[in-house]
């Protein structure tokens, strides 16, 4: 887009950062926490690095800030390109590596495929943004892609090595997703973002989602090094949930539409509890 009408993404990876940092200080206190706690109790040591050391898979609790890189499918690639996701999650591991989560995602970042897609109604024909005053716009509009999902799931955790709580992660999951074209009037000059007025031109719509994840899960006795990497998919059928779309008009029998997401994950995770085991040693 031009000077006049641009997209938010400049910003998009500072946003990012902001979020995953202010999710991992907040763990990261936790964890101090739960580490002063447990220099009180009573303790055995061994070599957890000698090949003869076999981890015991145990139930287990912990929190995670994840952050996410998607490619949009189906009707969200229509309008959008790429986008950031940040977020925190619950899990609940059992004994046997069954795995039960909850998990948040806010996404943003996404521009705009169509470069000229408001030409015509917030700009002209040539892509410039006239404000109230009937001037150029110096600010412009900004316009980026807004999604939320929130998931319930469950999963295994497959060891493939000695280390029984690591391996490798299957998750199913479905929730809720929405998704909208946030579009912000910079000068706050421009009379068709005013208020309520602003809500005909963001096509927010949501529904049912699944959600699939593989990749691995990393644990060690050094709880500060978990962390878990994978690829993820999303599958939504939304329909829009405002009255009104200035581009189509009434929204009540509009039909639901298919998109999908596709990217890769990471996250950093600190158990909250983990229930005591006993270690088992192999002798030759």
Known sequence: MNNALHTGKDAAGHRLLHLFLLFALMLSAFSVQQAAAQRTKPSYQTDFSSKDYVDT???MIWLDA???????????????KSNFAVGPGFTFKSRSNWTVGFHFDYMFGANLRDSAYFNGTLANDNGIVIDGNGLVSRGGITAEGRYWSIMADFGKIIPVDRWKNSGIWLRLGAGYFSHKLRVDDVSKQYPQ????YAKGYDRRSGGFALNQFIGYQFIRKNRMLNFFIGIEFHEMWTKPNRNYIFFEGPTENMPYKFSGLVGIKAGWNIPLYEEKTTTTFYYR
């Not at 973002?193 to 309520?196: I, P, S, Y």
């Open 193 to 196: 973002l005013d208020e309520n």
């Open 66 to 80: 994840h952050l996410a890189y998607h490619f949009p499918m189906g009707n969200l690639r229509n309008y959008f």
């Open 57 to 59: 898979a145990a139930p």
